[in-house]
């Protein structure tokens, strides 16, 4: 007889996990940005002028750096409860595999929507809100786990689109105060953002992985 090591389960791959491995933190940051957004709203209320006006004017040079600030910039406070459930769920599970990946997500989705706004948007109207993230985030959640081939994944993201299907309704035109380009894009985003880091989990070797 003879005796052979046991070989230790191997470890879940940190880009295909469901829910972020260090849950408490996850949430944390979720009701940080969450916190921010109630923040800069109540400020607006305050503070004397407009900061609504520093959102995103689309294809105006001055109206550029609204794509930084658009997304924690609300029309009120209707606009910023309609966002806060989606945020605070969408942001919480896109940190799966880590907070590093989900910062990476999110530059890409907050870049990239606001620059489509730019682009496309209507030019007689400043757009403002956190929805073009939610979007990004929710189709992020929704094709990850394809291009990752993880099941799990693809079992929420069944479970989301269950859940938030009539979002889908904000990504088409006729909504008038509603910014289906920053919705459209900001979907574009979270597919691209999934791509990208599919893409960098393949070429990285497993202990580089985000956890």
């Keep these: 007889m003879s005796t052979l090591p046991v070989n230790p389960a191997p470890e879940t791959d940190a880009a295909k996990r469901v829910l972020p491995p260090k849950p408490k933190a996850a949430a944390l940051v979720a009701l940080s940005f969450t916190l921010l957004l109630y923040l800069v709203e109540l400020a607006d209320v305050i503070l004397p002028g407009d900061l609504d006006q520093g959102g995103i004017q689309s294809r105006a040079l001055s109206g550029l750096d609204g794509v930084l600030f658009a997304p924690v910039l609300h029309a009120g406070w209707s606009h910023l409860f309609a966002n806060t459930l989606p945020v605070l769920v969408f942001s919480f599970l896109a940190m799966a595999a880590g907070i590093g990946r989900f910062a990476l997500v999110t530059a890409i989705i907050w870049v990239v929507s606001g620059l489509g706004v730019w682009l496309v ?82 070429k990285a070797a497993p202990g580089n992985l985000e956890g």
């Design 121 to 202: 948007g209507p030019s007689d109207a400043v757009t403002v809100g956190a929805s073009g993230l939610a979007f990004g985030w929710l189709a992020y959640l929704l094709v990850r786990g394809i291009f990752n081939r993880a099941a799990g994944q693809i079992a929420l993201a069944v479970v989301l689109l269950g859940v938030w299907s009539g979002m889908l309704a904000g990504l088409l035109p006729g909504n008038p105060g509603v910014s289906w380009q920053g919705h459209l894009f900001g979907a574009l985003a979270g597919v691209l953002a999934a791509w990208l880091t599919t893409r960098r989990s393949g």
